[in-house]
């Protein structure tokens, strides 16, 4: 397991906005899905600047093999002709960025939609985000916040 620190995280979601600015979308809200993608979302609302902030819920889950998502909330605004980014800590099969993507463009109709994530699990995703900084492989990062999850693994 790849455990990273607070400092790390900040390091990470600080290249992750320089991507981001270096590519020209300059998004008019950012939406983070919870909860994994929290952290993201506050390090990118300061370094890129956005006032308009949103949240999605959703989890994702096996049944029959098959990967589901269910989305539990999006929030009852007016996105149309507006640029989206989607923010969530890492991406490991695509499938829940992908759903969660895909029901924001059916939803609002935004003029753009990009997605941003600190990593991705690059033996196992097949969507990749639009911008990530962090690469997956053969290890698990653990996040400072998921320090309850892996109790054998401190995390500072």
């Known amino acids: ?8 995280v900040q390091q990470a979601a600080d290249e992750l906005a320089e991507k981001i600015k270096a590519s020209a979308f300059q998004p008019d809200c ?6 994994g993608g929290l952290i993201p979302l506050y390090f990118l609302v300061k370094s890129l600047k956005v006032e308009t902030v949103f ?10 093999g098959e ?14 002709h507006k640029k989206v980014l989607l923010v969530d800590e890492i991406t490991e099969s695509g499938t829940s960025l992908k ?3 895909d029901a924001i463009c059916n939803k ?22 639009d911008f990530y900084v962090l690469i997956e492989q053969g290890e698990w990062i653990v996040f400072p916040w998921e320090k309850e999850d892996f109790p054998e693994y401190s995390v500072e």
């Open 1 to 8: 397991m790849q455990k990273l620190s607070w400092e790390e």
């Open 30 to 35: 950012i939406i983070g899905i919870t909860s």
């Open 55 to 64: 949240t999605v819920s959703a989890k994702s889950y096996e049944e029959e």
């Open 67 to 80: 990967k589901k998502v269910e989305i539990s909330y999006l929030p009852e605004t007016d996105l149309k």
């Open 99 to 101: 759903a969660i993507a």
């Open 108 to 129: 609002y109709e935004p003029s753009e939609l990009k997605t941003a994530t600190l990593g991705v699990n690059k033996d196992k995703c097949q969507f990749y985000p």
